[in-house]
């Protein structure tokens, strides 16, 4: 009895002592469930960790689809939202609109986040004024990730300039045996390849008309036939079991010399990265061809939404970690997109990721930074999710073009506000 009593005051003081500790913790919900976003995200763990905060780990798998805002909204209507929600672009303003966000504007002016955050991602990370989350990235999607063993068989020790050179550049991998394009099947990764294809097809004038200003004539146009042509050209070089397979899969056939190439946004780097592989020497990363000079971007951010008490106090401290110059340079190097701020130095980046910066900078000077749709940074969640359908429907079937654009046309028009 006495014994008892002893170890259950024992047990009572070490619950006293850990308490305070596990009071200190942020639970976070995002997708970040590959090998690269899961290295990435352990950098802000870690440094999270280093200031006494724990980590309650919130995954849901699915990559950049709509998984996680479906779990997001169920959390949310039973009244237990999570301290932070990796988001992107409108998804962002929409529950802001909610009223279900928190406000960081003491912490943003304190920090002076007005001076430092690009434009392009305060239009995001600001609701009616006020800062309601911390821009972790930039990334962008109109990029081709290449196995150079693979491309110098085939004789390109460079990248292909044109859309021309780049249908020869797969036809030959094919002809060798190669899978030309990996490839997975998820509506959300059709959607990605047809950014960079609108964008090199119809120019940066045409991507803004047609997916910003989601203008019908431009979505109804030739250009946006031959576009679906372009898609429709792809679809011959994907292999037989492309279906459903998660992205970082078909990244990791490009990294074991089974394809040559996948289009895909530059978080396929933190694959490359993460499993040893170094850009000039095992991968090349360039622009999909004809889109040099432009950027399809998109940003991820932490949302911060309305908790109470010491969480408030947690939260806070990560909103501030997340936006350290020092943070973003060490997390950006592991994840493959590159800094949220303009003040960060470009030292510990490799080839592909100075590449991305200096890109970034280019084209936000000339005007040719354009949000991703795939990735809800042109347009709200309904009309994104309308184009996924019609994206993807024509990538899975036998569709004309002319019937796609018309779908695309009347669906867009649907579910605009
Ligand atoms: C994107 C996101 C990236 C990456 C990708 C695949 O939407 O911005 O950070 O996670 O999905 O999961």
């Not at 110098?152 to 859309?163: I, V």
């Not at 695309?408 to 028009?413: D, G, N, Q, T, W």
């Amino acid at each position: 009895m006495k014994y008892n009593l002893l170890k259950s005051t024992m047990l009572a003081s070490a619950i006293a002592v850990t308490l305070p500790a596990q009071a200190a913790e942020v639970e976070v919900l995002h997708w970040w469930t590959s090998g690269g976003e899961a290295a990435a995200l352990n950098v802000l763990k870690q440094d999270l960790e280093g200031q006494g905060i724990g980590w309650k780990d919130m995954p849901v798998a699915g990559g950049g689809g709509t998984e996680a805002m479906t779990v997001l909204r169920s959390r949310v209507q039973a009244g237990n939202a999570p301290t932070a929600v990796q988001m992107l672009g409108f998804d962002i303003q929409d529950w802001a609109a909610e009223g279900a966000t928190a406000n960081l504007n003491p912490l943003a002016k304190k920090e002076g986040w007005d001076k430092v955050v690009p434009a392009a991602l305060q239009r995001f990370s600001k609701h009616g004024g006020n800062w309601v989350a911390s821009p972790v990235n930039v990334h962008s999607t109109n990029w081709v990730w290449a196995n150079k063993k693979i491309l110098g068989e085939l004789g390109y020790d460079q990248p292909p300039a044109s859309w021309g050179d780049f249908i020869a550049l797969l036809d030959k991998a094919k002809s060798k045996g190669y899978t030309a394009l990996a490839h997975g099947g998820q509506a959300w990764q059709d959607a990605t390849i047809f950014d960079g294809v609108v964008l090199s097809t119809g120019g940066p004038y045409f991507y803004k008309k047609a997916m910003v200003e989601l203008d019908s004539e431009a979505l109804g146009s030739d250009t946006m036939k031959t576009a679906f042509d372009r898609m429709r050209q792809l679809r011959g070089y994907v292999d037989a079991n492309f279906s459903g397979r998660d992205w970082n899969l078909a990244s990791a056939m490009v990294i074991e010399n089974k394809a040559a190439v996948q289009i895909m946004g530059d978080w396929a780097k933190g694959e490359f990265i993460n499993a040893g592989k170094k850009p000039g020497e095992d991968f090349m990363c360039f622009r999909v061809p004809g889109t040099q000079g432009m950027v399809t971007f998109n940003s991820d951010q932490f949302v911060m939404f309305k908790v109470g008490g010491s969480s408030a106090k947690s939260q806070m401290a990560m909103a501030k970690a997340v936006m350290s110059p020092k943070f973003q340079s060490a997390f950006n190097v592991v994840k493959g997109s590159v800094p949220a701020r303009t003040d960060v130095p470009n030292t510990d980046f490799d080839a592909c990721g100075k590449k991305g910066m200096k890109d970034l900078a280019e084209a936000s000077a000339s005007g040719m930074l354009m949000g991703s749709m795939a990735h809800g940074h042109a347009a709200p969640a309904a009309v994104k999710n309308a184009l996924y359908d019609v994206v993807t429907n024509h990538f899975n079937s036998n569709m004309s073009s002319t019937d796609a654009v018309s779908q695309l046309v009347s669906a867009i028009e649907g579910a605009k506000d």
